[in-house]
């Protein structure tokens, strides 16, 4: 029974690429949110899916930054044209749709903009 | 005012202390708490919910006092193992079924020495 699955784990880009982020919610689990940590700090909700819906992206930055999560396959966090202050652990998590147990957090990509 | 607020620490304490985290929360329509784990560089764990009645797991105790709107986490007989930081999680949503509206607070940092 796979958990919440992140990849890459570890990501390089330099300023001016674009960064793909991925995230296999756990089985059963049809709502991911992404959340963002920049060192020292804690987490900051970015955005919340359910299959082929954005639900609540109040957390996300205006510009740069999208997130999408289609009827087959993972979600994805895009970030375009990445600059030094995007580097952060990006975590993904997962519910069910009407549990009230809290979330199950994949390991994190840890992106870093050279 | 921000909506959920922990003492960051660090609590240093000495192994088989007993140590306590409080953590008060502002929306009194909040429905349900959790408390999560998180060690250094790794994603959040579900340490345990929190129950009105107040429940307890092992060595770790969880209160809940809505009318002060503030929850607690007790660990008895601290292993170096407990080393992390803590986090207080709200949902605030009406619904208590929506996860989406799970607030972090920013983590108590714990040191368990030998």
């Known amino acids: 029974n796979a958990g919440v699955m992140q990849n890459p784990r570890h990501l390089v880009r330099r300023r001016g690429q674009e960064a793909r982020l991925r995230c296999s919610p756990m089985?059963?689990?049809?709502?991911v949110y992404w959340y963002r940590q920049l060192p020292e700090e804690g987490l900051k909700f970015m955005v919340y899916l359910q299959k082929e819906n954005i639900i609540d992206e109040s957390g996300m930055p205006k510009e740069r930054f999208s997130a999408e999560f289609p009827k087959e396959g993972p979600s994805i966090l895009r970030i375009q044209q990445v600059v030094r202050g995007d580097s952060a652990a990006y975590f993904c998590?997962?519910?069910?749709?009407?549990?009230?147990?809290?979330?199950?957090f994949g390991s994190g990509t840890r992106l870093t903009v050279v | 005012r921000k909506e959920v607020e922990q003492d960051p620490g660090p609590f240093n304490v000495p192994e088989g202390a007993t140590v306590a985290f409080n953590c008060t929360y502002s929306?009194?329509?909040?429905?349900?708490f959790f408390w999560y784990r998180q060690d250094c560089r790794k994603e959040p764990k579900l340490l345990m919910s929190?129950?009105?009645?107040?429940n307890e797991d092992g060595r770790f105790t969880a209160q809940l006092n809505r009318a002060s709107q503030y929850i607690s986490l007790l660990i008895r007989d601290s292993k170096l193992s407990d080393s992390a930081t803590y986090l207080c999680v709200v949902n605030i949503s009406p619904n208590a079924g929506n996860n989406r509206k799970l607030i972090w607070g920013l983590g108590t940092s714990l040191a368990v020495n030998p």
């Open positions: 929190v129950y009105s009645s107040g």
């Open positions: 929306n009194s329509a909040s429905q349900s």
């Open positions: 089985k059963g689990h049809s709502h």
């Open positions: 998590a997962s519910s069910p749709p009407t549990a009230n147990y809290g979330y199950t």
